[in-house]
Every structure is written in structure tokens, then in C-alpha cells.
């Protein structure tokens, strides 16, 4: 069934509607709380819409996306470990002491995506350091150019 919409810049944006408030809570939040949460970018375009999560120094293996209905979640995670010598260190009873250091960060954030979107052919890469996913638009969903009909009689 077709519904004949109309459009008033009073209603939210597209844009919007699709993340919901929380990503526009997100941009608006001071940066300190960012600590572990990467920059997106949200961009839509004729035939879908693009999310870019800028992740550098991660790997692909360190992300992990899943589609549970119309909620798109992306969660990243990162553990380092560096191990070094202490020259200082004494021995005793053949133990050597080290300092090891490692640390864990993770993220995680969940998109609502609309109905207009089709989720089975969502695709993603990651290419230096920018995590890029593909979320097309149903072709009953894609802006058709203008056209003129004619009138019969």
C-alpha cells in the first residue's frame, strides 16, 4: 500500500528519523565524554545511505556488526599489550621482573534504521582507519526524477 506523504520543513529531518535522537544527543555532548566512542558521519544519497565510523588503528577483526531487526549495532574492541624488560629489575630465584603493560577499549553504538532500507544488502569495508557501510534504499524507496503524465480523455 502507498501512502501519499506531505513534506513540511517543520518535521524533523530524513536524517534524523533514521538515528534517532540519540545520535543528534551524541553530536551536541560535550567531547569529554568521547573518550572510547569514534567519530561518525552519516551521509544519504540518492540510492542509500552511508554510516563512516573513523576507527584508526584498528583491524576489520576488531569490529563487529549485527542487524537484529531494524537495529543496526557497531561495536569495535582493541586490547594491547607491551611487555618490557626492567633493567633495574633484580633476579632472584631465577624470576625476572618485568613491567607489563595493556590496556582495553571498546565501543558500541546501535542505529534505527527505517523501513525504507534494504537490510539484507547492507555492505561494509574498512580502509585505512574508516569503517564505511553501504545501506541501500529499496527501489520503491529511491527519488524518482520528475516526470509528465498524461492526461487521458
Do not use: C
Amino acid at each position: 500500500m502507498n501512502t501519499l506523504v506531505r513534506t513540511n520543513n517543520s518535521y524533523p529531518s530524513l536524517i534524523e528519523n533514521f538515528f534517532g535522537r540519540d545520535v543528534n544527543d551524541f553530536f551536541n555532548s560535550s567531547t569529554s565524554s568521547l573518550n572510547n566512542v569514534p567519530a561518525v558521519n552519516v551521509v544519504e544519497h540518492q540510492d542509500g545511505f552511508r554510516i563512516e565510523v573513523a576507527a584508526p588503528g584498528l583491524k576489520k577483526e576488531d569490529f563487529k556488526l549485527n542487524l537484529n531487526h531494524n537495529n543496526l549495532t557497531i561495536s569495535g574492541s582493541q586490547e594491547t599489550h607491551k611487555e618490557e624488560p626492567d633493567t633495574n629489575s633484580q633476579v632472584t630465584n631465577r624470576e625476572r621482573y618485568t613491567r607489563r603493560e595493556f590496556s582495553y577499549s571498546s565501543f558500541q553504538r546501535t542505529f534505527t534504521l527505517p523501513t525504507s532500507v534494504d537490510a539484507d544488502n547492507i555492505q561494509a569495508s574498512y580502509i585505512n582507519g574508516l569503517l564505511k557501510i553501504e545501506i541501500p534504499k529499496r527501489e520503491e524507496a529511491k527519488i524518482k526524477p520528475p516526470r509528465q503524465i498524461e492526461i487521458g480523455g
